[in-house]
Structures are given as structure tokens and as C-alpha cells.
């Protein structure tokens, strides 16, 4: 017993700095987590902001690349299926042209000076469509609320893209789709560093990231990629079909 005596009061001091050891990494754990949503809340303020200031010139800044954009608009929603869509992220609305007649649409946006102008062009198109303001980082749908959901150019000014996409598996239903158009990092390797480089810049100025990896992103968030289709710029500009768990069939 008494030889056991040094063992066992080393085993006590043991315990209790195990004891406080958990309590401070419990303690540094939160206060971590804490700083992580307050730099999560302040980049998507960020964005917002940008956005807001972006708005009344967003539709003249984008005459130029919309006349091969609305191509291929027409071609991602000729594939939406529905009935119950969400389009993240619709901004002035520049895919409202092309809603299929027979979906039922949701469209959120993180920005009201975007929301506003979507707003108008509905009532010009006369388009029956549900308009919100939401963060894709956090939706306040309930689980399983979509058949599919649709982006276009969002997730590369997303602050946590992989939070985003994560959300919208939990939105859409087992065997729904996920339907996305975007820029993404090139592929080549001095492209892709030039896009490195320069995206603090273009961040700054347009509000977009140029080197996301989204087909990586989609891939990590859950969903099962079903397609990733090569629109322009030798791969830099990408149709991405997803399919939430289970495969189901999507033609392309
Ligand atoms: C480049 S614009 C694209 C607008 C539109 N989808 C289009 O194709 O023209 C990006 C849009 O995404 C929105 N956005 C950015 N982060 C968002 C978020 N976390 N949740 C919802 N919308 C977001 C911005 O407010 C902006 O309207």
C-alpha cells in the first residue's frame, strides 16, 4: 500500500491536471469557435456591402460577358426539372427569362439592393416568383424543402462556399439536383497562379473569388457531381450537375 502511496498521489495530480487541462480546451474551443463565426459574420457583411454598392451598375457591368452568359443560362434551366426550385443568389434576376413555366421558384439573395432590382424585373416579366432575403450559409427552409436547387456566378463570392453547398443538401430532397454555373481556377497551373495573385484585387473590385475550386467544394460538401461540363475559356467557366446522396439519371 504504501509503496503504491507516490503512484497514486501522482495518478490524483495527474487527474486533476487532466481536469483543468479539459476545462481550458473546452474554454479555448469555444472562444475559438466564437471567433470563427464572428470572422464568418464580418466576410459575409463584407459581401453584402460590396454587393450593395455594386447593385446599380451590376446589369451594365455585365452587357458585355451577358451576350455569352444567356446562352448558357438557357441551357441549365432548359435541364431543371422542379417542381420545387430555390435559385440562390438571383441578383437582378438575369435568369428569370429563362424559368421553366411549370417550376415553382424561391429565390433568395444576401443583398437587398440586388433583391430590389430582381424585384422589378419580376413585375416587368410578369414572373410569378417567391423573392427573399437569405444567406446560403444559413437558409431558414426546413430540412428537405427543394426538388433542386440552381446558382449561377454565386459561389465564387460566397465567404464559405462549402458551409453554402452543405445547406442546400440539407434544403433539397434524397435525389434532388443541384444545377451550378461558375468561374472557376484554371486548371492550368501558370493560369491558376496568375488567378491566385490576383484575386485579393478582383475580390476587391467585383466582389468574386477567380481561383475557387467549386467542383472540389461540391464534392466535399456532400453531393455526388454528376457532371461537370467545360462552357468556356478552356474549363474556366463550368456547368456543374449534382445529385444529393442517392444517383439518380439528369440529362445534360
Ligand atoms: C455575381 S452575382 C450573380 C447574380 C445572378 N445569379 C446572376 O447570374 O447574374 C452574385 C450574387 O450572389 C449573392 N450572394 C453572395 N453571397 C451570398 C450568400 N451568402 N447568400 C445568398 N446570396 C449571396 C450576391 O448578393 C449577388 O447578388
Redesign the pocket.
Given at each position: 500500500m504504501l509503496n503504491s502511496l507516490p503512484a497514486m498521489v501522482e495518478n490524483h495530480r495527474f487527474r486533476i491536471q487532466l481536469g483543468q487541462n479539459k476545462w481550458d480546451l473546452n474554454r479555448e474551443h469555444r472562444s475559438a469557435k466564437k471567433k470563427c463565426a464572428m470572422t464568418e459574420m464580418k466576410r459575409?457583411s463584407k459581401?453584402?456591402a460590396r454587393?450593395e454598392r455594386i447593385a446599380p451598375l451590376?446589369d451594365v457591368m455585365?452587357i458585355l460577358p451577358e451576350r455569352r452568359y444567356s446562352s448558357w443560362r438557357r441551357h441549365l434551366w432548359s435541364i431543371v426539372q422542379g417542381p420545387k426550385v430555390m435559385e440562390?443568389?438571383?441578383?437582378?434576376g438575369?435568369?428569370m427569362p429563362f424559368y421553366p413555366d411549370d417550376v415553382e421558384i424561391t429565390a433568395?439573395?444576401?443583398?437587398p439592393g440586388?433583391l430590389k432590382r430582381a424585384r422589378q424585373r419580376a413585375v416587368v416579366l410578369d414572373i410569378g416568383v417567391d423573392l427573399q432575403i437569405?444567406?446560403?450559409?444559413a437558409l431558414e427552409f426546413p430540412d428537405n424543402s427543394f426538388d433542386e436547387c440552381v446558382?449561377?456566378?454565386?459561389f465564387?463570392?460566397?465567404?464559405d462556399p462549402i458551409l453554402?453547398l452543405r445547406e442546400l443538401a440539407r434544403v433539397t430532397k434524397p435525389g434532388g439536383h443541384l444545377l451550378l454555373l461558375d468561374h472557376v481556377r484554371s486548371g492550368n497551373e501558370i493560369a491558376g497562379f496568375v488567378m491566385d495573385v490576383m484575386n485579393p484585387l478582383a475580390v476587391r473590385v467585383t466582389?468574386?473569388n477567380i481561383n475557387r475550386q467549386t467542383a472540389e467544394n461540391v464534392r466535399q460538401s456532400g453531393w455526388q457531381l454528376e457532371l461537370e461540363k467545360n462552357m468556356g475559356m478552356k474549363g474556366v467557366f463550368k456547368m456543374l450537375v449534382a445529385t444529393n446522396g442517392t444517383s439518380l439519371p439528369i440529362s445534360s
Open positions: 459575409t459581401t453584402q454587393y451590376y455585365e440562390v443568389g438571383v441578383g437582378t438575369k435568369n433568395i439573395d444576401l443583398t440586388m437569405g444567406d446560403v450559409q446558382a449561377t456566378f454565386v465564387c463570392s460566397v465567404p453554402g466582389g468574386a
